[in-house]
């Protein structure tokens, strides 16, 4: 029952599906966006980052120990009557409860929800065994009742409507039930209570295992977890070998973020601590028998990945599908496998191995909303970059990237190449500065927004002539350019050239820059995108500038987060860094370097949107320069969802154009609804996407960069 | 009361409240065991669940259910002495009252009584040592929770009850602990809130001095 797309084609017709479901659509859009609220109000209770920051340090102190964490849980909970077991691989984690089964002369088992036995397919295989498996979890029983898997780590049956959980209650119980939820919910409690009596064996996960005192503890808001370690005289947990934590104040402390996290909750309503087998009234010898199941399978190689051990951190809190913009289109059937969402992408490659994860692991956009609020900390979409590269080097890569990646290895020949394009172009365009460009030159389809034409001459062609001359300058700053600016959009770039100039700033632009590298990276090419970092570091003599400034929120946070960690070990490890370091975006140098402000501007009043570009706003948490520089030389008009990815996302418009488009459309309705009649952006990526959109629809809404607006009302 | 409980009873008054717990206050015991027959009383007769043969039932409810005729309260926790208190007051409303065999009536009964051992202000949470089965039985099987609590055990966090949970879970013994934090809900139909799924449909907190 359980599906990972086989191939593209297969899998965008699968998409098509998710994408017509209408109900579903509705239900996870505003899902989406309640979710948000709700998180940002419970967290304002408790300091989030801080919170974060400690789950972080000490799970990856925990991952480092775990044979030693395991051998002293072991130690204690078998003083107080447990037994633990130990399996390596998911084959044998589903034997040994088997086993135990079969000793107990089991027949009828109550589950309470479990990832880690959806991840062993456990009820398969007791289901081999003659046994009667019954999921007590509500959303785990609706989605039994119909063989399917859940679409969703925490509420497993949210892609259903009332109305079909209706009919499947109606036929599973065999009389007719109507869509009231609150009835519903009724009618799994009835149902349900009878089969926790009949159980002779109950089977849970566990959210945390504390090694010092032996205990497990479960978090649950229905109460069948209590129910499922009670009623039956077996109870077996079944447990990832990551959730063993040293203290209790670990899983004290996680507890504050994972129900915030996974519903907006304080605290769920019921944590079962669960130390060594108590006494039963219901057995007549009172003996408990409680096993402890602890699984391997693959964890205990992960935590020695210097990189993905941060894998473990994951407190399957779900909230990383809840952020998801395309989660949110297309639902978790079509968005991992078992696991859901950002982590599913990453898990299905280590648990479930390459076939599982080769195309899932193309469809993220790479937007940061998961990593911006993930409860471990983990950089999710970094790891999913990481997974392509290492499906690239395993598997090799196609033709069109590996001409690409060629290409841009040299910087004189994806130059000349760029010149060429822009003739080559000319009979295409019709006169219009719309057209496909690179590196989306190489490939694929688009309908849903008209391209930009290469620009008639790039920025570093008209440097020369636009070259301010600052006599005595303030300041020095060297512009990164980036692609997009450099060959489609020089017009940016100038009008930030003539902002500086104006304030007594001096502009440089080497010309041996290239391609931030950041495209390549998402494709999973990075040999290719090391070199790019290595010949820009090298053609910026930091030390010279006051500052590094792209226009570009894409390439900035690219140098600003992965350079450093790229060019580690290089021998010009220092220049790379120090490039880094000095790399600034646009907004936070005009508004908190230069502190420009109302008084520098005048301001006409014309009512102006922001778009929020995912690299700026969470890449390097900028938030309050451009909106403040928009409120000084305009009008700001605040519009739904500013943070939300308008879908470009560099490669993946092209490789997913159907998703794209639908993610373009929503912050397209956001800002018709707004009725600004200019929308500003700090990144030349969303300027194509959203200018493309809106010419497309025939909106009359103008979209430039933010420096646009400010060059046009320079004092 | 010091002046120094004030504050977090009403912080855990706040935050139960929010999470659709009932809190209330009595002078003593006796008062808090007058408030749980009342709760009784006052709550819609106990949907069975299960078949219980040889139980009378009532009238059909409102999810078409049988009905137990006769309400039950079932106080495992309290002290032979306080038991029968509440016995006596059961008895004069012909409610049944028990302390065991709990496993007797797991097709529901009315309600659980329990004590709280602490109490977490900044969520709203009770600790409650259920070790024993019975009492666990008490707090998940009945429909109406009841956990008493007093109110110097309440702490501001879950960090300043980390000592605590230790020393229970720490004795030669096996132990079990269950945090409550409101009645069992679900969301797991369109979202939408549901509560008592699998658990209790209310619970009621009574704070009591000291
Ligand atoms: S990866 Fe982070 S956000 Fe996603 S489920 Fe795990 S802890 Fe939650």
Known sequence: MHNAPKNL???????????????????????AVDYRASRANIFKDVPERELIAQIAAAKDRSCKRMDELFQQFKKEAEKRGAKVHFAQTAAEANEIIARIAQENKVKKIIKSKSMTAEETLLNHRLEQDGLDVTETDLGEWIIQIRNEPPSHMVMPAIHLSRDEVAEDFSRATKEKHGNDIGKLV?????????????????????NFAIAETGTIAIVTNEGNGRLVSTLPKVHVALIGIDKLTPTLEEALTALLVL????????????VTWIGGATAVTGAEDGKKEVHFVFLDNGRSGLAKDPLFSQVLRCVRCGACANVCPVYRLVGGHKMGYIYIGAIGIILSYFFFGRDKARVLAQNCVGCGACSDICAGGIDLPRLICEIRARLNDEEGVSTEISLLSSVMKSRTLFHTLLKFAKFAQRPLTGGTPFIRHLPQMFSGEHGFKALPALAPASFRERWETIRPNVPNPQRRVALFAGCAQDFIYPEQLVAAVRLLAAHNVDVDFPLEQSCCGLPLEAMGQRAVAADLARQNAKAFDSVRYDAILTLCASCASHIRHAYPSILGTDSDAFRARSFSEKTTDF?????????????????????????????????????????????????????????????????????????????LDKKLEHYAAAGASRLVVDCPGCVMQLRGGATKKGMTLTVTHLAELLAENIK | MTESTQPLVDAFKEKAALVAAQVSEAADLKEALHRVVQICEEKAPCELLAPEPGT???????????????????????????????????????????????????AGFDVGLAWADFAVAASGTCAVPTTDEEVRLATMICESSVLLLRKSAIK??????????????TTDNPEYTTFITGPSRTADIERVLAIGVHGPLELHVILLEG
């Not at chain 1, 129900?259 to 019921?270: E, H, I, K, V």
């Not at chain 2, 009532?58 to 509440?86: H, M």
């Open chain 1, 9 to 31: 084609s297969s899998y965008h017709k699968a998409l098509h599906e998710s994408l017509e479901n209408a109900f579903l659509r509705k239900a996870l859009d505003k899902f």
């Open chain 1, 186 to 206: 009724k009618v799994a409690r009835r149902e349900l209570r009878r089969k926790f009596i009949e159980a002779d064996m109950g089977i849970s996960g566990a």
């Open chain 1, 259 to 270: 129900p915030r996290n996974a519903t907006s909750q304080r605290l769920t309503s019921y």
């Open chain 1, 587 to 663: 907004s936070s140098f005009v508004h908190d370097v230069l502190g420009l402000d109302a008084g520098h501007f005048v301001n006409k009043g014309q009512k102006v949107c922001y778009h929020a570009s995912c690299h700026l706003c969470r890449g390097l948490g900028v938030r309050d320069a451009p909106r403040a520089l928009i409120r000084a030389s305009a009008e700001y008009v605040p519009a739904a969802e500013e943070e939300l990815c308008c879908g470009f996302g560099g490669s993946y418009s092209v490789k997913f154009p159907e998703i794209s488009a639908q993610l």
């Open chain 2, 56 to 106: 009378k039932s009532g009238p059909l409810s409102e999810n078409k259910l049988p009905t137990r005729a006769q309400r039950i309260i079932a106080a495992p926790g309290l002290s032979a002495e306080d038991f029968a208190v509440l016995e006596k007051a059961c008895e004069a409303k012909g409610f049944l009252c028990i302390r065991g065999g709990l496993r007797n009536y797991l």
């Open chain 2, 156 to 169: 501001p966090d879950l960090a300043s009850i980390a000592q605590r949970l230790r020393e229970m879970q």
